[in-house]
Each structure stands twice: as C-alpha cells, then as structure tokens.
C-alpha cells in the first residue's frame, strides 16, 4: 500500500486527503465545513451532505492519486442509531445540544461509576450514554426501532462497505458506555437493555470489508479496495507515536482543548472533578489522560494576535513573579472551583510580559494535569503552543523531564488515521526542546504551585 484515502471528520470541518504513505505526508486533500442542521427534532449533523462531499472528493482524488485503501477518523461523543434497513432511526445528535441534561437526574441515577468507565460525568450530549438515554425516554417509538448503534468513524465505514462494526477508541472515549479494565461493555448498557443493539466491536486497525461495489463504479476506486475500520481522532494523533516510541511519554495535544495522554503512566488515582479520564488508544490499552481549555484561556486573555517574546521578556517575568493563578475558563480543568487571579495589576504588564506569564501559566497548568494522570518520560507537545518557547521552558521547568515539539503538526489525525493501513513510514518530525531552562524558571513553577494551592482552598472554602 502507498496511497490511502483518508476521510477525516472533525467537529467544525471535513475533509478527504490522499496521504502518501512513503513521504508519509497529505500530498491532496479537500475540505468542507461540517454544518449542524438546527431543525427538527433536535439539532443534528448533515450526514447526507458530508455523504455527498465524501463521494465527490474521492472520485476527484482517485483521478490524481490512485486510492490503494480508505480510513476513517472523526470526532468523539457522536452514535448513530439505524433501523434494520440501515437507515437513520434517528437523526445523528449534535453534542453540543443541551437536551440530555433535561434528563441529567435520571441519568445519574442509572449511569456507572466513574471507577468502571474512566468517564467522568460530563453536560449535554458529550457522554453518548445521555445521548441515547434522551434519544430512548424522548422519542420511545423510534428508538424501538432501532437495530443496530454504531459508533462515530463506523457509520462511515457502513456507508462503505455495508459491514456494521464498533471500534474500541471511540467506544472508550468518555462514552459512558465501556469498561476500559475490563475491555467490554459498561454496566449502562447492559442495564438499559442496549447490548443487543450494539455491533460487533473490531479493533481500529481491522479491515472491515471492501468498497461496495457501487461506489466502484461512481468513484472510479478499484474493485476490492479495503476499508479499515477507523479511529477516534485524538487516538489518531497519538497512534504514530505509539508506533515509534518507547514508553513511558506522554502526548500533548493544544488547540481549544489542550489534551493530554500518558502512555506507561505511573499508577494514580484519577480524580473525576479535576478533568481526568481514561481513554482506550488503538492497541485496546486503557491511557489515563486529562483536559483543560487552555487554548480557549489564550484567546480570552490576549486575543488573535499576539506580540513576539525574546528570552529577555520570560527572565523579566520570572525576576518579577508576576503570575497568573487558575482558572479561566471556570467550571473545567484541574482546578474547576478556582477564578483566575493575577498575581500583579495586568496595567504593569508589557505586551510581551502579559503573553509570557500566560504561556507560563498554560505551562503549569500542563504539569498539573501531567502529575495528575502519573505521566513519565518525556513530553511532546503538538499543536500551536509547541511553537511557544515560554511554554516549551516552563513545562520542562515544572516538570524536569524532557519535552519534545512538534511546530509543524506533522502527525495529525489523518495521518494517525492512515497509519492503521501501514505503520512501517511513521514519521513523527518531533524536536527536543533546546533552550535554556535557568533555575529560576523551577523556582517560578514551584511558587506558583505554592500560591495555586492557597488560592484553591480559598476558592473551595468561600463556596
């Protein structure tokens, strides 16, 4: 295999990109906006037109770059529920849509322990357990009908193939649904009576079946071409990594969300209130991880655009201690209950030195949860704040273990996704961060670690 078609949804956009293999790099891609249709009877995505936009773009890159194979990698928290025809019983849900938590007490009192999930509760439809307990109390009737749930990246594979699988990462992503110990169905599933309705479950690197034969004919693909069964997208990002380093390390994803995921972690007590959780990565290995807003704190408190720091700036905050304490946003992370507080009247700050104190505060809020979910060896960092040197200095600062990035995001999900078919020409593009890491950067993090302790207890005594 050298060519393999990836299809690859994401909450906001999709595209489908030809990824070359032996470059290991996206030689053709397309893209569309992944609209949320806000009609009845809840707002719901577009699968038809994303149907549509995948047929189109795979007959055009078929014209380009002979397709050899097709994977699929979509976004989390999203089930599809067919009748015995194979059609929508009812509409794909929007997880972003509040009506579970119409039902959140009846919800509680039927949903699993974290300590059997790894999931933590979570609002709206971001728990796909709530989702289909909604879908189920909801609309009684169409939920009868009901033959078969499907996971997220397996609806696609269906429309592919005909085949109707689950797969374990995206089972295993805060779903409610999965026992990562045990690597079977939760609990909830059971007690709702759901197991029947379940596909079978394959692994994210299993092929499923082959392209039908109709879709053949309408996008030129050949005959016989197989489709993997797909992955979850943040599992996809990680799995090059899983392919070509040695454990322990850890991964850390930023963007919106900044996600973190220890492979080989020490053995810890996840907390569920501070943002921890399992996740189930493509080997079917459970893989303590945690979250925190930080990319959305970065737009809050500096906005698009930013101004350039030089080491000079960091050396002026740190000789300072000014500092920002958690937590912006408020409700989520490891420190849920705290307000964010500054440690010095902002009007002081320069330009520079406000975005150093914040890529510092974004750092040790990074450490926190690496502690929090027992992560070892080294940390790579992907995404925008891997081009962050103030970042990259007080993260390894916090943690004295070395941190690796990846500025130009080379693994991403579609190449994660793609490295199902054939892993041998991973290629990661990950540096070790080579700056300096004076001691006064350890005492900083150790001060602010100090003064965020305080600063919590205060916060959880004054509720």
């Known amino acids: 295999m050298r060519i393999v ?24 891609v397309r893209k569309t906006a992944n609209r949320v249709v806000a009609g009845e009877p809840y707002p719901h995505f ?4 994303l149907w549509a936009f995948v047929l189109d773009s795979l007959t055009a890159l078929q014209a380009e770059h002979p ?13 599809v529920v067919l009748d015995e025809a194979g059609d929508l019983a009812l509409p794909v849900l929007d997880y972003e849509f509040v009506g579970p ?10 949903r699993p322990p974290f300590a059997e999930t790894g999931s933590a509760r979570l609002p709206m439809g971001l728990n796909v357990g709530a989702q289909l307990f909604w879908q189920q109390q909801t609309f009684p009737d169409a939920f009868a009908r009901i033959a078969t749930i499907l996971t997220y990246a397996q609806y696609w594979t269906f429309r592919l193939t005909g085949v109707r699988v689950n797969e374990l990462t995206s089972l295993g992503c805060h779903t409610d649904l999965w026992n990562p110990t045990e690597g079977a169905f939760s609990t909830l599933v059971e007690g709702q009576g759901w197991r029947h309705l379940f596909a079978p479950v394959r692994k994210a690197d299993d092929i499923v079946g082959k392209l039908l034969p109709e879709l053949c004919l309408a996008t030129g693909i050949p005959a016989g071409t197989p489709i993997y069964c797909g992955i979850h997208d943040s599992n996809a990002s990680l799995l090059p990594h899983l392919l070509t380093r040695t454990t322990p390390f850890s991964v850390v994803s930023t963007g919106t969300w900044v996600v973190m995921l220890a492979v080989g972690a020490a053995k810890v007590t996840l907390d569920e209130h501070r943002d921890t959780l399992i996740n189930v990565n493509a080997l079917g290995d459970p893989v303590p991880s945690a979250r925190f807003m930080g990319g959305r704190a970065f737009s809050l408190l500096l906005g698009d655009g930013t101004t350039p720091t030089a080491f000079e700036d960091e050396e002026a905050v740190i000789a300072a201690g000014h500092m920002l304490l958690p937590s912006l946003p408020e409700g ?31 750092a040790l809020m990074t450490a926190t949860c690496l502690d929090l979910i027992g992560a070892r060896g080294d940390i790579v960092v992907e995404g925008p704040f891997a081009a962050n ?8 600062a916090a943690t004295g273990r070395p941190v690796l990035a990846d500025s130009h995001n080379v693994t991403g999900t579609s190449l994660g996704a793609a490295s199902l078919v054939d892993g041998r020409h991973v290629r990661t593009g990950v540096q070790a961060f080579a700056g300096p890491v004076p001691e006064s950067f350890v005492h900083y993090a150790e001060n602010w670690r100090s003064l965020t302790k305080s600063h919590v207890q205060q916060a959880n005594g004054n509720q």
């Open 46 to 49: 577009d699968v038809e037109r």
């Open 101 to 110: 938590d119409t039902l959140s007490e009846a919800y509680e009192a039927v």
């Open 389 to 396: 040197a103030a970042y990259l200095r007080m993260l390894q």
């Open 67 to 79: 397709l050899q194979a097709i994977s699929i990698t979509t976004h989390g928290a999203t089930a």
């Open 5 to 28: 078609g990836v299809i690859d949804i994401g909450k906001t956009n999709a595209k489908v990109a030809a990824v070359d293999l032996d470059r290991f790099e996206e030689v053709a």
């Open 332 to 362: 989520s992370g490891p420190f849920p209950s705290a307000k964010a507080r500054w440690t010095v009247d902002e009007e002081k700050l320069t330009p520079a030195g406000r975005v150093a104190a914040v890529s510092f505060h974004l």
